[in-house]
């Protein structure tokens, strides 16, 4: 435990020494707020988050957990919601650090925590169509283990007509656009919607693309070759996986875009988060510090999910992860137009991954039961 989280408790020792200093014991208290909070509500997005991390190497799970971190907390936490506020109001970069410092009311007009909440449907848009084309994928593959066998399997049929995740997640913006969005803000939503199934197509196709161009490389294969060998592929290193407890995972280019994919992946789940902490304090500085604790904590929990070989010992997590990513999809193109509270969000998401690590558990009992057969 110690070995995969010092990184994390160094983080919050530097951070909260950092709170203190700029905003005394008040800032260490709001930071601590902030970083429980995150780490609370976040569990499921480790998980998740270990259903791509597993297929990278060693090297890149470090990446993830250095310069990933960096991505997250000074990228995702602070300069992310500066760019909003910047390009919603029209703002040069130091203007909007300026307002930023001033702390005002998230409730009164024109301070940096209402500009922010004004962008919110934009956000939640981009975010809620990048989750949904992800959950689409999952359940709309064929897959040899199912958990909701009942629904997962005739979806999974359904899912042979090409592109219908990107079909059904299109028609699911336009409803929220002309149905959730105020009138003065559905261009808007539409524009970022579209712009999170772009993002998702091409991080997503120049992954799989290296991924095949890699393969060919090595072993001097064909792209034919390669797909008539993935099935087999996939299952030794399953195998593997079970056999060692951790994973073989992709390298190269491959490696870079499924990096790049579980960045805009994280950056998916932090979105609310970012702008629900303006409950707590509308000081961007005390935001970053604290969320920046918690995405530590959950970065590394990710990689001890993966050393530990737990999503191959509990068959049933990555599909509740996965559940769990619709939901929060759902939620994420609701909050366009309602106000629903982080604490619904992480429940949600706590009871899919609790109610299929629960079914996990209960089909090891039954295999030890069954014995070799």
């Known amino acids: 435990m110690l070995r ?6 160094g983080v919050a020792a530097v951070g909260l020494v950092l709170a ?18 995150e780490i609370s509500l976040s569990f ?3 998980v998740v988050n270990a259903t791509v991390l597993v297929r ?6 470090k990446i993830f957990l250095t310069v990933g971190v960096v991505i997250a907390v000074f990228g995702m936490r602070f300069v992310f919601p500066l760019l909003i506020v910047g390009i919603t109001a029209k703002l040069n970069p130091v203007e909007a650090i300026r307002l930023a410092l001033k702390n005002g ?7 940096y925590g209402f500009l922010l909440k004004e962008a919110h449907p934009a956000i939640a848009a981009f975010g809620g169509v990048f989750l949904l084309l992800i959950f689409f994928e999952f359940i709309f593959e064929e897959r040899e283990i199912t958990w909701l066998s009942w629904l997962e399997r005739p979806l999974a049929k359904i899912g042979k007509l090409d592109q219908l995740g990107v079909v059904l997640t299109l028609a699911l913006l336009f409803v929220a656009a002309y149905t959730l969005a105020p009138d003065n803000k559905v261009s808007t939503v539409l524009g970022s919607g579209v712009l999170g199934i772009a993002t998702f197509l091409l991080v997503n196709g120049l992954g799989g693309l290296f991924d095949t161009e890699d393969a060919e490389d090595a072993d001097g294969e064909t792209a034919d070759e390669v797909r008539a060998e993935a099935v087999e592929a996939e299952e030794a290193i399953a195998e593997r996986q079970r056999r060692a407890g951790r994973a073989v995972g992709a390298a190269g280019k491959a490696a870079l875009f499924l990096f790049l994919y579980l960045e805009v992946l994280d950056a998916s789940f932090s979105f609310d988060g970012v702008v629900g902490a303006f409950a707590i304090t509308s000081d961007p500085i005390i935001i970053a510090i604290g969320l920046g604790i918690g995405a530590m904590f959950i970065r ?12 191959s010992e509990y068959v049933f997590l990555e ?6 990513i619709g939901a929060l999809a759902v939620i994420l193109l609701a909050t366009i137009k309602w106000d629903v509270p982080e604490v619904v969000t992480g429940l949600i998401g706590v009871a899919f991954i609790g109610a299929a690590l629960a079914s996990s558990i209960v ?10 057969a």
């Open 4 to 9: 995969n989280f010092y990184g994390a408790f």
């Open 20 to 37: 203190g200093i700029y905003d005394g014991g008040t800032g260490v208290a709001l930071a601590a707020i902030l970083a429980v909070l």
């Open 44 to 46: 499921d997005n480790a």
């Open 56 to 61: 990278l190497n060693p090297f890149w799970q």
């Open 105 to 111: 009311d998230p409730h009164t007009p024109g301070t």
């Open 300 to 311: 590394s929990l990710t990689v001890f999910l993966v050393r530990k070989g737990t999503l």
């Open 319 to 324: 599909h509740g992860a996965l559940w769990a």
């Open 363 to 372: 089909r090891n009992r039954r295999e030890v039961v069954a014995g070799p």
